[in-house]
């Protein structure tokens, strides 16, 4: 079973991915900042796929995809973003793709849409 790591600082869309995810058999654990994921990848040595937020409070996703890169290169990243009051999700998303994202999905999306991006992913690594 595929392992993914959801990292977001809201409860409701953590809650929501974990649920879309497990009914398509992913095993998914969730933080809900980067720090706590840093900690769940040494916890867990079989995440396949990480999940970020890319605007959260404390550490960024955009430091998060460089931080998971520096201490897991081969781990793809997926990057989400809503945007928020200052930053456009595009800036957000393209911010992340230039840290190293290997995948970009803007808020709102379908589940059609992130399931196709798990699948690239997981099937590159």
Do not use: C, W
Not at 44 to 53: C, E, G, H, N, P
Not at 69 to 95: C, M, N, W
């Amino acid at each position: 079973m595929t392992t993914i790591l959801v990292i977001d600082d809201d409860s409701s869309v953590r809650s929501m991915l974990s649920r879309m995810l497990e009914r398509q058999n992913y095993r998914v654990l969730t933080a809900e900042s980067v720090d706590e994921g840093l900690e769940m990848l040494q916890q867990y040595r079989d995440i396949a796929l990480v999940i970020t937020d890319i605007v959260m409070p404390g550490r960024t996703g955009v430091e998060g995809v460089v931080a998971f890169h520096q201490r897991y290169p081969d781990l793809p990243v997926l990057a989400i973003s809503g945007g928020s009051r200052t930053l456009s999700k595009e800036f957000s998303l393209d911010s992340a793709k230039l840290a190293g994202a290997n995948a970009l999905l803007p808020k709102p999306f379908t589940q059609e849409n992130l399931l196709e991006a798990i699948s690239r992913l997981v099937t590159e690594s």
